[in-house]
């Protein structure tokens, strides 16, 4: 074929691909349709897959034929990736083919749309506000995943999912709370399983950190606010190198994430056989260490309350999840880098101190509180599984190894504080984080003492990190009792179920008394937009404080009012 034609023949291939991502789409969608008319729904299922192949297999051999391979070999390694395993899932099942290779062409969609149409306009508007790119992110995110949870392969009976539902548990998966309407495991088929699988992994890597590292494999340059929007993702860190973040960040989590399947893996395999084993193992970890808390048994973890090696090794993956990734780089450099001064940051000390604190304190108040209640006729060692497991999970996880509807009012009010503190920056979890719970009390204790520094571990806290934290609890607060009284005007449950219900959603823990299921879809959809203001407002709002507008030098006359 002529150089000269190898252009428009590529440029064709990429309209080819264009369509069959909407024909994709449709086969997916509307299976139910496609059975009554046609009925062989298999078969097209089949020739669809097939095509795509095919199309892709041609996508990488214009590529190469231009030479494009030389100017950017990432993309072309990229689609030889996703074709071998399209290939082989071909083997298993054409309907995860479509699937595997609708999200490589959605993708191209979304970067012909960002990069190149109308001139790159969309991506240059986008990256000037970085916080609202953040909360569209995770819109559009939150919408693909409740289209593919509507279809109807995602359930195990072959259902349309209702909207409301589909795009609740979408946006559970993706701001990682774990509240489910219906459950994970017998409604959802495997398609649908997996697809709340990657909402989760795509969640709790965050939305910024998976844009930003394709981003960087198809060969685009990372402006300096998102550069900055990245670090303060994943929390302060001394890494400049967006490229080497990315990297850490990725690595910390497969890492953990496949040494924790490992030891689930030895606690399931002992009930169930080695295949199915594995994929709950790797489902929990991933859910775990995400601190997401979907489960693919309908009572959760209860059956597992009297079993050492899963407790730890759940309750460990969501403690090093709810770390931040910032704290396990520092922890890796304090323990394993050579040639650098022993020494960990302020930021990851104020973490570490603040969640043992934390874990310390639910231990022993739910230990008590529970002692004659859910808790009623365990063993010493259940009982310290028990309470070591729901004050972990406490912290944005959503696991429970007991009935949380047994709740003591006391164990109420100890988990409603764990889950408004929730995690820490930069981490898996959600809630106001332990940085601004500690900048808090720090301000109490100023106070008491008489002190006007805010002082911790030898160093002096800024006062705007004070006010920042006091505007961050205070519209946090705000947020939640206002969709909690119209929830109280639409519910019909006690006051002690709903007020648990929204600090579970707003801390994106997932916990809940029972009444999830239960809600109006008026509640739903409340349920739905504190759990999506949980993950992104607070994150949403420091990044607005830090990108500060020039204001004018005007100064007023200071004065003095009555305080308490």
């Given at each position: 074929m ?37 009925g062989?729904?298999?078969t097209?299922e089949f ?42 899932l ?20 979304v ?26 992110s ?30 609740f ?11 489910v309407v ?29 844009s ?23 929390g302060?860190?001394?890494v ?5 973040l ?68 759940i ?28 020494k ?16 310390i ?21 259940r ?67 008489g ?34 009284f119209?929830?109280m ?34 509640g ?41």
């Open positions: 002529p150089s000269a034609n190898k252009p428009g023949f590529f440029k064709r291939i990429e309209l080819v691909a264009y369509l069959m991502a909407i024909w994709s789409c449709l086969v997916l969608f509307l299976e139910p349709i496609f059975e009554y008319y046609v062989s729904y298999q097209i020739i669809t897959a097939l095509a795509n192949i095919l199309l892709l297999m041609l996508t990488i051999l214009s590529r190469v034929l231009s030479g494009e391979v030389q100017q950017n070999r990432t993309v072309v390694y990229f689609d030889l990736v996703i074709l071998i395993l399209g290939s082989l071909l083997i298993y099942q054409a309907k995860f083919v479509i699937f595997f290779l609708l999200i490589r062409q959605t993708w191209f969609i970067q012909f749309l960002l990069f190149r149409a109308f001139e790159g306009k969309i991506y240059k508007l986008l990256m000037r506000n970085p916080p609202i790119s953040l909360m569209l995770f819109a559009a995110v939150i919408l693909i995943g409740t289209i593919l949870l509507m279809l109807p392969a995602s359930s195990t009976e072959g259902y349309i999912t209702h909207f409301v539902d589909a795009l548990t979408a946006t559970s998966a993706t701001c990682v709370t774990g509240l219906m459950d994970t495991g017998s409604y959802y088929s495997l398609f649908g399983q997996i697809v709340i699988l990657l909402l989760i992994q795509i969640g709790g890597l965050g939305i910024m950190t998976i930003t590292a394709f981003a960087l494999m198809l060969g685009q340059k990372i402006s300096l606010n998102v550069q900055t929007l990245m670090h303060k993702v994943v302060e860190t001394p400049i190198d967006v490229l080497k990315l990297r850490s960040t990725v690595l910390v989590t497969v890492i953990i994430e496949i040494i924790g399947a490992v030891f689930l893996f030895i606690g399931f395999a002992k009930e169930m056989p080695t295949a199915q084993a594995i994929y709950y193992a790797l489902f929990h970890s991933i859910s775990a260490f995400c601190n997401a808390g979907f489960s693919l048994w309908s009572n959760n973890l209860c059956s597992y309350v009297q079993s050492p090696l899963v407790n730890l090794s309750t460990f993956l969501i403690i090093l999840g709810g770390l931040g990734f910032a704290v396990l780089i520092d922890i890796y450099h304090y323990f394993f880098a050579k040639g650098i001064i022993k960990l940051t302020l930021h990851s000390k104020i973490v570490l101190s603040t969640t043992a604190l934390l874990l304190s639910g231990f022993l108040g739910l230990y008590i509180s529970e002692y004659n209640s859910s808790m009623k006729g365990f063993t010493v060692a009982r310290v599984l028990g309470s070591w497991f729901q004050s972990v999970t406490a912290r944005t996880a959503g696991f429970n190894t007991i009935d949380i509807s047994l709740y003591s009012s006391a164990s109420v009010l100890i988990t409603v504080i764990l889950m408004f503190i929730g995690a820490s920056p930069g981490s898996t979890g959600g809630g106001i984080k332990t940085t601004t719970f500690a900048v808090l009390i720090l301000s109490v204790v100023s106070m008491l003492t002190k006007q520094d805010l002082v911790i571990f030898k160093r002096k806290i800024s006062l705007s990190n004070a006010r920042e934290s006091t505007t961050l609890a205070t519209l946090a607060l705000t947020i939640i009792i206002v969709i909690l119209v929830l005007l639409t519910e019909p449950f006690p006051f002690e179920q709903i007020l648990f219900e929204a600090f579970s959603a707003f801390g994106t823990v997932g916990l809940s008394m029972g009444i999830t299921a239960k809600l109006s879809y008026i739903k959809l409340l349920i739905t937009l504190l759990m999506y203001i949980g993950r992104i407002g607070p994150l949403t709002l420091i990044y607005a404080l830090s990108i500060r507008n020039l204001q004018p030098r005007v100064t007023y006359a200071e004065e003095t009012i009555p305080i308490g």
